[in-house]
């Protein structure tokens, strides 16, 4: 599936940003939240997969860069976490 450069940037940015910033760290206070991220990550590691598909060399270039870019807003979220206790 060939998904346009625009909106797979968008939804890049969205998922960075708005996950990462506050949706992340709010979770990480619940007591389901570190199962809610984990999901949340794997969901965007298959979107970010699906993004990459047809670009990158190989499928598995596109799993480990969907997974590093699936990755970043747990690391925001965490260091946002950290910061605000």
């Known amino acids: 599936m060939n998904v346009p450069l625009g909106l797979a940037g968008a939804v890049t940015i969205v998922a960075l940003v708005g996950l990462g ?3 992340y760290p709010w979770l990480l206070q619940k007591p389901y ?10 969901v965007l590691t298959g ?4 993004f990459d598909t047809g670009r990158a060399d190989s ?6 860069l969907g997974f590093i870019w699936a990755m970043a807003p747990v690391i925001a979220g965490v260091i946002v976490r950290r ?3």
């Open 33 to 42: 939240g570190v199962g809610a991220v984990t999901v949340a990550t794997l």
């Open 59 to 64: 499928e598995s270039t596109s799993l480990a």
């Open 47 to 50: 979107l970010f997969f699906m």
């Open 21 to 23: 910033t506050f949706v």
């Open 83 to 85: 910061i605000q206790k």
